[in-house]
């Protein structure tokens, strides 16, 4: 029986599963915090970063946990397969080292005024490049975190590392170090730096001339789950796992739990609630639409994503609002973060839907479009300004924001007739579950692995060395829970 792993390397927490190849049964899963994150100081808009040294640390340790699940059954892994957060920028030397602290995509320093000022950074970025139009072919329209614009602001600081060096994505980082292979990046995770045309699928060496970027700082793009190394000694050591074992190329998060989710991918949406909000859908081939990115998928197709700033962070903030209440007001302090969860939860289920005339617009951090955009709160009355009714009227802002990209991507598209819903924030939220089927008029499905990012990154290994034959029979074999109606 070969059983292979999927990491996740993501935001708040890291995560790995084993997965049989043959049906693809979940045998084993691990969580941890992603401890590895840092909010540092500085004059500005808000840094967010990763110590990679500890992050290499909390991978040893989160593999060495999986294996001890797995017992006897270590001995069987046949591949490593690594997704995780996409955006980001790690810097490594050619050996896989780390440079510097990764920038991650909460990152907003490309914010800050550019020197000489009358602009910030991210808009002397996009004017470099040539205006919004430059972008086009990228997949992505620049944004705060995403690698291109980061390795902009670090050379307008006259702080790009000496040559020879090597900017990936934080995925990337920890395939070269598990593998001890050269840095190198994949279709994927590329086409989210705001630097790589997803239709040539190539690096747009003109476009990163402009922005005064060496080409040589971007590492070669290799497919999606292509073996690229063996697990070092050192490294298997620590983590109870055979030496040598394939290591497979990267992918980003968000085609991975698409891969781990949706088992009839012409059939079905993917929302994916974590800590951001994504609604994707695949399409055999490349289209644009507005306000849409237009993602590499494995095996040369493509998804549609409508991705926000809504999610799970959002429903965070009003849950510290309330936490708040309590500490301020009286004076109670340790609440436990799943008793004010389930609460809110309970207080929105007693609501009616449509909140009483109560409308959220949960865009505290703005959108990718618009950084400077608010949240709002409207249709305010004494009946619904309750606890329940701000929850709930919160939930369906989340969904009305979902829906509105599946509006724009609906004309490319036609009709698809299954919704599957992935990530935390709707798997522990039934009654979220219920809103989106409402909103959008589908049967929600919940995919068996709780853990759907990690799990496609473990098919795709399969396919990867060669147990699977291709990406479509990794897919089919996703399972469902019980849909609701």
């Known amino acids: 029986m070969s059983i292979y792993i999927g990491l996740d390397v993501g935001t708040t927490s890291l995560s790995a599963v084993a997965l049989e190849a043959e049906d693809g049964a979940l045998l084993a899963q691990e969580t941890v915090p992603n401890t590895a994150s840092r909010r540092p100081r500085a004059r500005g808009h808000e840094r967010a970063e990763l110590d990679l040294a500890a992050l290499e640390d909390l991978v040893a340790r989160l593999l060495a946990r999986l294996a001890a699940r797995l017992g006897e059954g270590a001995g069987a892994v046949a591949g490593i397969g690594v997704t995780g957060q996409m955006h980001g920028l790690a810097l490594l030397d050619p050996a896989g080292?780390?440079?510097?602290?990764?920038?991650?995509?909460?990152?907003?320093?490309?914010?800050?005024?550019?020197?000489?000022?009358?602009?910030?950074?991210?808009?002397?970025?996009?004017?470099?490049?040539?205006?919004?139009?430059?972008?086009?072919?990228?997949?992505?329209?620049?944004?705060?975190?995403?690698?291109?614009?980061?390795?902009?602001?670090?050379?307008?600081?006259?702080?790009?590392?000496?040559?020879?060096?090597?900017?990936?994505?934080?995925?990337?980082?920890?395939?070269?170090?598990?593998?001890?292979?050269?840095?190198?990046?994949?279709?994927?995770?590329?086409?989210?730096?705001?630097?790589?045309?997803?239709?040539?699928?190539?690096?747009?060496?003109?476009?990163?001339?402009?922005?005064?970027?060496?080409?040589?700082?971007?590492?070669?793009?290799?497919?999606s789950g292509a073996p690229v190394g063996g697990l070092r000694p050192a490294v298997a050591e620590r983590a109870g796992l055979p030496a040598g074992v394939p290591v497979t190329n990267a992918l980003g998060d968000n085609q991975a739990s698409f891969l781990g989710s949706v088992a009839r991918p012409a059939e079905s949406l993917l929302l994916n609630v974590g800590t951001g909000a994504q609604v994707s859908a695949w399409t055999p081939a490349y289209a644009e639409v507005a306000g849409l990115d237009t993602r590499?998928?494995?095996?040369?197709?493509?998804?549609?994503?409508?991705?926000?700033?809504?999610?799970?962070?959002?429903?965070?903030?009003?849950?510290?609002?309330?936490?708040?209440?309590?500490?301020?007001?009286?004076?109670?302090?340790?609440?436990?973060?799943?008793?004010?969860?389930?609460?809110?939860?309970?207080?929105?289920?007693?609501?009616?839907?449509?909140?009483?005339?109560?409308?959220?617009?949960?865009?505290?951090?703005?959108?990718?479009?618009?950084?400077?955009?608010?949240?709002?709160?409207?249709?305010?009355?004494?009946?619904?300004?309750?606890?329940?009714?701000?929850?709930?009227?919160?939930?369906?802002?989340?969904?009305?924001?979902?829906?509105a990209f599946h509006e724009r991507m609906a004309p490319v598209l036609g009709s698809r007739g299954q919704l599957v819903g992935a990530g935390n924030a709707i798997r522990r939220n039934p009654l979220f579950g219920e809103i989106l089927a409402r909103m959008f008029a589908m049967p929600l499905a919940v995919p068996r692995y709780g853990e759907s990012a990690a799990a496609g990154a473990a098919l795709l290994a399969a396919v990867g060395v060669g147990e699977l034959p291709d990406v479509g029979a990794a897919m089919a074999r996703v399972r469902y829970e019980e849909a609701q109606p």
Do not use: K
């Open 97 to 223: 080292r780390p440079l510097a602290p990764a920038i991650t995509w909460q990152d907003r320093r490309t914010l800050d005024a550019a020197p000489g000022g009358g602009e910030t950074i991210l808009e002397r970025f996009v004017g470099r490049a040539g205006g919004q139009e430059a972008f086009r072919r990228m997949g992505c329209r620049p944004a705060p975190g995403y690698l291109g614009p980061s390795l902009f602001w670090l050379a307008e600081q006259g702080a790009l590392p000496p040559e020879p060096a090597v900017a990936c994505l934080i995925p990337d980082a920890v395939v070269a170090w598990l593998g001890g292979a050269s840095p190198r990046t994949d279709p994927t995770d590329a086409g989210s730096t705001a630097l790589y045309d997803v239709v040539s699928r190539a690096w747009d060496v003109d476009l990163v001339r402009r922005l005064g970027i060496p080409a040589s700082l971007l590492p070669p793009v290799e497919a």
């Open 296 to 403: 590499c998928f494995p095996g040369g197709a493509y998804l549609l994503v409508g991705a926000g700033l809504f999610g799970g962070r959002s429903y965070a903030y009003l849950a510290g609002l309330f936490r708040r209440v309590a500490e301020d007001l009286l004076g109670v302090e340790d609440l436990d973060d799943g008793d004010l969860y389930g609460r809110m939860n309970a207080l929105a289920a007693r609501v009616l839907p449509g909140a009483d005339g109560l409308r959220c617009a949960p865009l505290f951090t703005g959108t990718r479009e618009d950084p400077a955009l608010r949240g709002s709160l409207t249709g305010l009355t004494p009946d619904n300004m309750t606890p329940g009714h701000l929850a709930r009227a919160l939930l369906e802002g989340m969904a009305e924001g979902l829906a």
